[in-house]
C-alpha cells in the first residue's frame, strides 16, 4: 500500500522541500497607482530554495485536486 503525497516543489531544481511553506500578506503604502489599482506583496517562507538557492517569487497549486475542495468556496 502506498499514498499519494502532494509536497511542495522548487520550480528550478525540482527538488521537494523539507520544510513548512508559509506566505504573510505584505502592507504597501498607497501610491498613485496603487490607490486605483492596489498591490499585493508577500512574503513567502522559506525565501529562497534550500538546494539550489533560487529566491521563490510565488506559490503555485496543482491545476485540478482529485476531489471537491470546498474550503476556498464562499
Ligand atoms: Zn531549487
Not at 506566505?23 to 525565501?47: G, L, Q
Amino acid at each position: 500500500m502506498a499514498d499519494i503525497l502532494f509536497g511542495p516543489v522548487c520550480s528550478n531544481c525540482h527538488e521537494v522541500l523539507p520544510c513548512d511553506i508559509d506566505y504573510e500578506e505584505v502592507r504597501v503604502e498607497s501610491t498613485a497607482v496603487s490607490v486605483i489599482e492596489p498591490i499585493k506583496r508577500y512574503n513567502i517562507t522559506p525565501y529562497s530554495c534550500p538546494f539550489c538557492g533560487e529566491k521563490f517569487m510565488r506559490i503555485e497549486m496543482p491545476t485540478r485536486l482529485p476531489y471537491r475542495n470546498t474550503i476556498f468556496e464562499i
